[in-house]
C-alpha cells in the first residue's frame, strides 16, 4: 500500500511541477501544422513506441491531422532493422516519405537518445535528419539532457521526482500531455466517443 500512496503523489508532483507554456506552444505549432496541411510523424521505442500509435490515431481522428508511427509497420521497421542497422530505422523511413519543412516530428521517449552511451540511437538520428530537412520537432522527454529535449523546436518536459521512477512517470505523461493537445480548443475537431454520448 505504501508504494502505491508513493507513486501516486510522484504523479501529481510530477503533473504540478509541468510547464503549461511548453505544452501550449506545442499544440500553437500544431494548429499551424494542420492548417498547412503538413503531416505529423511521431516516433518513440519501446513503450514509447506504443504511445506513438495510440497517439497517431487521436490525432488523425480527434484532431483531422495526418499522423504516421513508423513502428506501426512492423515488416518495414524489421527489415530495416535486419538489413540497415537499428540506428538508421526512422531516418530511412522518414527519408521515403520525404519528410520537409512542412511536416513535424514528435519524439515520446525516456531520455531523449544519447548516442555516446549508445541509447536510442535511431531517435537521435531521426532529430539531427529532422533539423536538416528544417523539420520541427516536438518532444515530450523525461530527461532535459538528453539528445531531443536539447535539439527540439519544442521540448516537454516531464519532470523527474524520483530517479527510480522516471520510466513510468516519463511514458504515462506522455499520454496525458497527447490526450490534453487532442483535447485542447484549438486542436479538437471532434469529441472522443463517450463525451459526445452525453
Not at 510530477?14 to 500544431?30: C, G, K, S, W, Y
Not at 497517439?55 to 509497420?73: C, H, M
Not at 512542412?102 to 536510442?120: A, P, Q, T, W, Y
Amino acid at each position: 500500500m505504501e508504494f502505491t500512496k508513493k507513486h501516486l503523489n510522484e504523479t501529481a508532483q510530477v503533473i504540478n511541477q509541468m510547464d503549461p507554456a511548453q505544452i501550449f506552444a506545442a499544440i500553437t505549432r500544431l494548429v499551424k501544422l494542420r492548417s498547412a496541411g503538413g503531416r505529423l510523424f511521431i516516433i518513440g521505442v519501446g513503450g514509447s513506441a506504443a504511445n506513438a500509435s495510440h497517439a497517431v490515431n487521436d490525432f488523425r481522428k480527434l484532431s483531422g491531422i495526418e499522423s504516421y508511427a513508423p513502428t506501426d509497420n512492423v515488416s518495414e521497421i524489421t527489415a530495416r532493422t535486419n538489413d540497415e542497422g537499428w540506428d538508421t530505422t526512422f531516418i530511412e523511413w522518414l527519408s521515403t516519405s520525404n519528410l520537409s519543412n512542412k511536416d513535424c516530428l514528435m519524439v515520446l521517449s525516456v531520455g531523449g537518445g544519447d548516442l555516446e552511451r549508445n541509447i536510442s540511437p535511431n531517435i537521435v538520428r531521426a532529430v539531427a535528419y529532422a533539423n536538416e530537412r528544417q523539420t520541427d520537432i516536438i518532444g515530450i522527454v523525461g530527461r532535459d539532457g538528453g539528445y531531443t529535449a536539447k535539439n527540439a523546436s519544442h521540448a516537454i518536459l516531464i519532470p523527474s521526482v524520483n530517479p527510480d521512477s522516471v520510466t513510468p512517470h516519463s511514458e504515462s505523461m506522455q499520454a496525458v500531455v497527447w490526450h490534453l493537445m487532442v483535447s485542447h480548443p484549438l486542436l479538437s475537431l471532434k469529441a472522443a466517443k463517450w463525451e459526445s454520448s452525453v
